[in-house]
């Protein structure tokens, strides 16, 4: 009987808990501070991973101009759009994150 009565408190306590939740995320205040974190996390990974891909393009690319001197404007003019197809990729991810920051979409 003691141990009903313990259940029977600890599942009062806590379905009060999940009223002041569903109040709390109908008015969406919790979301902001993870939209932060997120854009920030985001950022990060996109311009290490990109400086990491950047790299190892400019390698190869080098690599290849040594092998072949005489393909090295082809080489060069590939590894140019490589890059800048690459750079796109950490631009697109800094205007998501700056939606996420200032337009908010889920406010």
Known sequence: M???LILLGLSLSLAEGVAYAADAAATGSWVGPFTVIAAGI????????CGLGQARAIAAALEGMARQP???????TAMIIGLALIESLAIYTLVIAIILLFANPFK
């Open 2 to 4: 003691r141990i009903a």
């Open 42 to 49: 985001g950022m990060a990974l996109a311009a290490g991973l």
């Open 70 to 76: 005489g393909a090295a404007a082809r080489i060069q």
